[in-house]
């Protein structure tokens, strides 16, 4: 076979791409991500605003979200779904700007089946957590804080996932913008033995306190069960049923 000896240093190897990364993009070097974060606060995207909460217990998770979306300073819509069964015990609930949200449900659901396709078994709880705090750091995704929640075969999970990435396993945890509010309620009400009901109405009196405060949460409440059996979600216009 011949030898190539063509001088691909300039103009050629810009046409085959050999200035660029063989594995790339990279972590955080998709095209214009810096200038997309930049953005993601303006006035003209549509956002959750948002208070979700997670809670642990030895039967499974609860999540809750509220189902206010606003764009600026406008209420958008009064019935967004906040929560979503990505696995078939996980779920994830969102928080921060909608499109990207959605997206980000979109792969997660996908490669969670993909997963499953391929390996004949359920991803772990522990792997879906890293892949979406991996999808996150991507930059593909602003700005996306999610709580992640499933059980595995090692029990029960609650993971808290920053918008940059960051992963933490947590008992409880909340996200959106009333969070102090929420999570003055799951101080006071959390203890090492609650049951999956008890989460219920811990979750809920949570929600409810940051919608009496927050002016981005409000008009109802989704509430997410995850146990062995799988993912259960329910919409309520109102606290009276679950508190």
Known sequence: MRTPTDDLSDGASLELGRDQPVFGPELGEFEHSERRAAQADGEGEMKTGTTTVGIRTAGGVVMATDMRASLGGMVSSKDVQKV???HPRGALTIAGSVSAAQNLIST???ETNLYEARRGKDMSMEALSTLTGNLLRTGAFFIVQPILGGVDDEGAHIYSIDALGGTTEEEYTVTGSGSQYALGVLEQEYHDDVTVDEAKTIAAK???SAVERDL???NGINVAVVTDEGVDITR????????
């Open 236 to 243: 309520h216009k109102d606290f009276d049923g679950l508190l």
């Open 206 to 208: 949570a929600i409810q």
């Open 216 to 218: 981005a949460s409000g």
């Open 84 to 86: 979503e069964q990505i």
């Open 108 to 110: 997660l659901k996908a």
